[in-house]
C-alpha cells in the first residue's frame, strides 16, 4: 500500500492509499504533494439525493442548483431527479459546481456538510 496526496487548484488536500502506487482517475488535474498527518475529518463516498440538496439549502444555493438544472440538458436533469445517491468527484456534480461558481474545496465543505445530516 503506497500512500499519495495531492492538492487541487483551490487548495483541497486529498490522500490516497493506492494499492499499487498508481495515481486515480480523479487525481490526474491535482498536483502531487508530501502527506500530511491523518484529517479528522472525513467526507463521505456517496451521498443520499436528500442529504446533497438539503446541504445545497444550508449553504444557501439550493435555488441556484435548480435553476442551473432546468438550464442543464436532459441528462443532467435526469440524474438530479433520479439518482440514488450523489458522488463527490462524479462529473454530474463537477458540473453542478461549475454552474454554481463553486471550487473543487467547496464542493467537499458540501459533502461534509451533508453527510453530517440524516432525512
Known amino acids: 500500500m503506497t500512500t499519495l496526496a495531492f492538492t487541487d487548484a ?6 490516497y492509499e ?18 500530511q498527518a491523518p484529517v479528522v475529518a472525513t467526507v463521505p463516498l456517496a ?5 446533497f440538496k438539503a446541504a445545497l439549502v444550508q449553504a444557501g444555493l439550493y ?19 433520479e439518482a440514488l445517491t450523489f458522488i463527490e468527484n462524479d462529473p454530474i456534480v463537477t458540473k453542478f459546481a461549475a454552474a454554481l461558481g463553486q471550487s473543487t474545496a467547496q464542493v467537499h465543505a458540501i ?4 453527510g453530517t445530516l440524516n432525512p
Open 10 to 15: 483551490g487548495g483541497g488536500y486529498y490522500q
Open 18 to 35: 493506492s494499492p499499487d502506487g498508481s495515481v486515480p482517475a480523479w487525481a490526474a488535474h491535482m498536483t502531487p504533494c508530501a502527506a
Open 47 to 51: 451521498v443520499t439525493p436528500y442529504q
Open 63 to 81: 435555488t441556484q442548483a435548480l435553476a442551473a438544472v432546468n438550464a442543464a440538458d436532459q441528462l443532467t436533469q435526469l440524474a438530479w431527479a
Open 111 to 114: 459533502f461534509q456538510l451533508a
